[in-house]
């Protein structure tokens, strides 16, 4: 099937199989993918995926901070195709695990190209680690420290500390990085005695951070322990300025941007001194949109005047499910109609519900919702409902709770011969 305009759309591998790619010209039309998928015979959501704007993201990340080496962050998103994409492109890896690490390598990424960045490992992965040559791994405790000299000395340790921005989506200081002052010092010096090699420094001012000054405290502070380590004999050469990067704002980016590149000058002008980050969200957010049907429908009436209170919808998709993001990475997702933008459309207060028979689907109080008090138009079953930014923190962690399955995802790339 082929459409004759210019937007035009090659459908000849769709649904052939799994991992099969698209290809479409100049913009991916996203209602003609859906007219195209067979939406009335399936109660399945879908994810579309379109992998030209992880190459995208990639040439952004390239211009505004070309010094930079984005190691993504696999647990975001470990879709087979996004982390090939990926590959190709040039990135290296954060890997937190041993099946991770397995993953990586098993597509041809070189063992340089990945830095296990988990502070706390466990025993056999630590294993796996050095038998597969990935030397370089974070660390933020003595107990750490000592079971790297057990099992794999000849390691490089990447000493985190914490620096954790004011305002972030998710924060990470409570779990992981030593404090700068007085523990990084002390580890360093801890690592010396054991002949262990401390070839760089790790911070990670949390994810989806909205404290962009934080880079730069942090780089100041990373500066301040190369020094230290320098004075030990260490000569450290790398320095991992962790994740935290929009998925779905490069305004914001470039301002963060600007922010790492003016602070990288002026604390670490020797290029001698290689500088990674752990992006993920940044690369995968904005290239997914889900797409979900509505099952069913309720309209909440006063018991007083049987006055129109809200309407309700239930969609083939949940918090258990691909909006897992709202409860674990605390997310705020928006929502798109099909019914075009005709002005005369009446909206009504909203609230759009998840499949299951929990009412982790809702929350007032303890529990949650997909979306609550949104302004839609009346909707019927069988209507569709498209959700952007879809991409992080989405598809690997979603369960198949009450029996409903994950959705299936098609890909497609842009064809610009």
């Keep these: ?25 100049t913009e991916l039309p996203l209602k003609t993918v859906i007219q195209t998928f067979d939406f009335k015979n399936t109660d399945e959501a879908l994810f579309i995926c379109d992998l030209t704007k992880i190459k995208e993201k990639y040439i952004t990340w390239r211009k505004y901070m070309p010094r930079v080496k984005p190691y993504y962050a696999i647990k975001c998103n470990d879709d087979e195709l996004v982390i090939k994409t990926l590959a190709d492109l040039g990135t290296g890896f954060d890997c937190a695990s041993k099946n991770e690490i397995k993953q990586i390598l098993n597509i041809g990424v070189q063992p340089e190209r990945i830095i296990f960045a988990n502070p706390c490992k466990l025993t056999s992965h630590i294993k796996y680690a050095r038998s597969n040559q990935v030397l370089n791994g974070t660390v933020d405790n003595e107990f750490e420290i000592y079971k790297l000299h057990k099992y794999y000395p000849q390691s490089n340790l990447i000493i985190r500390f914490r620096c954790e921005a004011a305002e972030v989506q998710c924060p990470l200081g409570e779990k992981f990085g030593c404090d700068a002052e007085q523990d990084a010092s002390a580890l360093m010096l801890l690592a010396k005695s054991l002949q262990l090699n401390v070839s760089g420094i790790s911070f990670h001012v949390g994810s989806g951070c909205k404290d962009f000054a934080a880079y730069d405290r942090a780089i100041s502070i990373a500066k301040k322990l190369f020094k230290f380590g320098g004075l030990l004999g260490y000569d450290m050469d790398l320095l991992d300025i962790g994740g935290g990067f929009p998925g779905s704002s490069d305004e914001n980016f470039k301002v963060i941007a600007a922010i790492v590149n003016k602070s990288l000058n002026r604390h670490f002008p020797d290029r001698k001194v290689n500088v990674i980050a752990e992006p993920g969200r940044f690369f995968v957010a904005a290239a997914y949109t889900l797409i979900c049907k509505i099952y069913a429908k309720r309209e909440v ?117």
């Design 1 to 25: 099937m082929h459409s004759n305009n210019k937007n035009q759309v090659y459908y000849s591998q769709m649904f052939k199989g799994k991992n099969e790619i698209t290809y479409y010209s």
């Design 301 to 417: 009436r006063s018991p007083y005047d049987n006055k129109l209170l809200r309407k309700m919808y239930y969609l083939n998709d949940g918090v258990y499910g691909s909006f897992n993001c709202i409860l674990y990475d605390h997310q705020q997702v928006t929502v798109k109609h099909f019914l075009g933008k005709d002005s005369y459309l009446p909206s009504f207060k909203t609230l759009i519900w998840g499949p299951t028979c929990d009412a982790l689907d809702k929350k007032r109080g303890d529990s949650l919702v997909i979306i609550e008090d949104t302004e839609l138009p009346d909707l019927c079953c069988g209507d569709l409902l498209a959700f952007p930014n879809m991409g992080a923190y989405t598809i690997p962690i979603a369960s198949p709770f009450n029996g409903f399955m994950s959705p299936k995802t098609l890909y497609f790339l842009q064809n610009k011969k």
